[in-house]
């Protein structure tokens, strides 16, 4: 066994963009803070490393689903006004474990905190009390954010999965978000707004995977391209699995495409 010690300085690379379609962050930092430790075998081949897991930008839900450990794939989908669910691969040893989470209680939770937070509608609201009305109801809404997760239930329901699934999926998430890049309009100076394409769904995706001693975090409202085909797949496993249905061949086909 060989002791790495590494000083708690965090590096993060931290990209924020808004464009026409909606906005994505995208983020590097190291996966784990404090001291590392790794393990090697007889042949000097790394087998696991050990540390404190660095989840400092895990807020809320991805807290509460996700805040114990990186794993080597998570997956979060919050919808503007469903349940939010999610997935993650557990690697131990080589032993993978799919962990789907589910929220049981979200509509006796959201219920009553909306009698407890009141909101100013944007509705009818004269013109020079419009900016002050938003400034409110954004801190209405983020601190009811962050008061329903302090009562959710989590349910999680755990598999195993293949290792043949899990570098696919592991593959196609990395090269997500390394890969992913907005989509730019190109529209006419004589009309700026012609091609421009607004969209009013609010569900966000957020995508981490692990990859060396960092931790790759991608977070799109709503995704597109290659990161909602992605979304998709994680989306249908969770129903499978949930509905008891998980056909590891079907999505090693459809990687496979």
């Known amino acids: 066994m060989k002791n790495i010690m590494l000083s708690t300085l965090i590096f993060i690379c931290y990209i924020s963009f808004v464009s026409a379609q ?31 897991y660095n989840t400092s930008n895990k807020k809320g839900i991805g807290k509460l689903f996700f805040g114990d450990l990186n794993a080597k794939i998570e997956y979060l989908l919050e919808p503007s006004i469903e349940a939010t669910s999610g997935l993650r691969i557990v690697d131990s040893m080589k032993i993978y474990t799919l962990e789907i989470k589910t929220i049981t209680n979200f509509k006796e939770v959201n219920l009553a905190l909306d009698r407890e937070f009141d909101s100013l509608s944007r509705v009818n609201i004269e013109t020079e009390n419009f900016i002050e009305a938003t400034e409110h109801n954004k801190v209405i809404w983020d601190s009811k954010r ?14 195993p999965i293949s290792a043949s699934l899990v570098d696919r999926l592991y593959a196609k998430t990395v090269v997500t978000i390394d890969t992913y890049e907005p989509v730019v309009n190109i529209v006419s100076s004589n009309n700026p707004f012609r091609d421009a394409k607004i969209s009013y769904d609010d569900y966000t995706t957020t995508l981490r ?49």
């Open 209 to 257: 995977s692990v990859v060396g001693d960092d931790m790759w975090t991608l977070s799109i409202q709503p995704p597109i391209g290659e990161a909602e085909k992605l979304s998709d797949i994680f989306r249908q496993i969770i129903l499978d699995v949930e509905n008891n249905c998980f056909d590891e061949a079907k999505y090693i086909k459809m990687l496979n495409n």
């Open 146 to 159: 962050e008061e329903r997760a302090k009562h959710y239930k989590i349910n999680t329901k755990s598999i």
């Open 22 to 52: 909606g906005r994505y962050v995208k983020r590097v930092e190291n996966n784990y803070i404090g001291n590392i430790e790794r393990v090697f075998d007889e042949h000097n081949v790394v087998i696991r490393t050990e540390g404190d």
